[in-house]
Nanobody, 117 residues
């Protein structure tokens, strides 16, 4: 099984930017679909963005045009560049394999993103 460690969260003002990082414990980004997910207080965890081994990306409608997912296969790190942040982006952000999201398993500690003035 693979473990993920998320980092890069913090407090940012509306309109600001953050870059999240996701480090994997073994080589998986070139093999499996992986994604970023978030969970706001009182809400279900939702997919934010995903990237396939071939590089195809998909985004939730709420973040299209503002967030960009990317990965570094050499360093086994995935990123989420978040621009034009809004208060509704406030959540704990996680990374995981898409198949594990479907099974609701293998979650790490996540990284808190708070967008507030």
């Amino acid at each position: 099984q693979v473990q993920f460690v998320e980092s890069g969260g913090g407090l940012v003002q509306p309109g600001g930017s953050l870059r999240l990082s996701c480090a994997a414990s073994r080589s998986i980004f070139s093999i499996y679909d992986v994604g970023w997910y978030r969970q706001a207080p009182g809400k279900q965890r939702e997919m934010v963005a995903r990237i396939a081994p071939g590089g195809t990306t998909n985004y939730a409608d709420s973040v299209k045009g503002r967030f960009t997912i990317s990965r570094d296969n050499v360093n086994e790190t995935m990123y989420l560049q978040m621009n034009s942040l809004k208060p509704e982006d406030t959540a704990v952000y996680y990374c995981n394999l898409v198949i594990y999201f479907a099974r609701d398993t293998n979650w790490g500690q996540g990284t808190q993103v708070t967008v507030s003035s």
